[in-house]
T-cell receptor, first 113, second 112 residues
Framework: EDQVTQSPEALRLQEGESSSLNCSYT??????LFWYRQDPGKGPEFLFT???AGEEKEKERLKATLTKKESFLHITAPKPEDSATYLC??????????????FGTGTRLTIIP | DAMVIQNPRYQVTQFGKPVTLSCSQT?????MYWYQQKSSQAPKLLFH???????NEADTPDNFQSRRPNTSFCFLDIRSPGLGDAAMYLC???????????FGPGTRLTVL
């Protein structure tokens, strides 16, 4: 079964304490992996797209990496304003030959001042 | 600023009373999506339009319908809302040749 799993479900860090969020997937025919940030009561905000294993993207304190089975979102020296839910989504070709986009349930990140 | 707008931001309806949520975009994107997101869950795709071509997800209940009268506007109609339909409804757009989806702020639907 095609699946996208994010871990941990929730993560609390002290300000400045670096860590990584994980997104693992079991789909075949990957067409792209996306990272979004979602603040409470708002729509997801696009962060990165990764297309192939070995690819990396960076933006401020965030860095996304991709392997054949998973992606990591590394957060370096986070600040309280980085607190949000981080969603991973995978675009792939299903067993029926149609293109699908499946989201993970997200990691709720809290940065404590 | 080019953007995706959803109205209303909050909608309260009664059990069984039809409700319509709206989405408009100034990005001129061909592709528009409707997602349902329940608390602490992943957004779940209900349907999408590629231009005027409507694509329904296999597990989207018949209770949910959609209309796209033109490129800029898209509507989600819930014919007979049940308590289980209470959720955040997200609209998103994507350009023809891009992968990134641009989301609106969402409409939070409460069913009494």
């Amino acid at each position: 079964e095609d699946q996208v799993t994010q871990s941990p479900e929730a993560l609390r860090l002290q300000e400045g304490e670096s860590s990584s969020l994980n997104c693992s997937y079991t789909v075949s025919g990957l067409r792209g992996l996306f990272w979004y940030r979602q603040d409470p009561g708002k729509g997801p905000e696009f962060l990165f797209t990764l297309y192939s294993a070995g690819e990396e993207k960076e933006k401020e304190r965030l860095k996304a990496t991709l392997t054949k089975k998973e992606s990591f979102l590394h957060i370096t020296a986070p600040k309280p304003e980085d607190s949000a839910t981080y969603l991973c989504a995978v675009r792939y070709i299903s067993n029926f030959g149609n293109e699908k986009l499946t989201f993970g349930t997200g990691t709720r990140l809290t940065i404590i001042p | 600023d080019a953007m995706v707008i959803q109205n209303p931001r909050y909608q309260v309806t009664q059990f069984g009373k039809p409700v319509t949520l709206s989405c408009s975009q100034t990005l001129n994107h061909n592709v528009m999506y409707w997602y349902q997101q329940k608390s602490s869950q992943a957004p779940k795709l209900l349907f999408h339009y590629y231009d005027k071509d409507f694509n329904n997800e296999a597990d989207t209940p018949d209770n949910f319908q959609s209309r796209r009268p033109n490129t800029s506007f898209c509507f989600l109609d819930i014919r007979s809302p049940g308590l289980g339909d209470a959720a955040m409804y997200l609209c998103a757009t994507r350009p023809d040749r891009g992968d990134e989806q641009f989301f609106g702020p969402g409409t939070r639907l409460t069913v009494l």
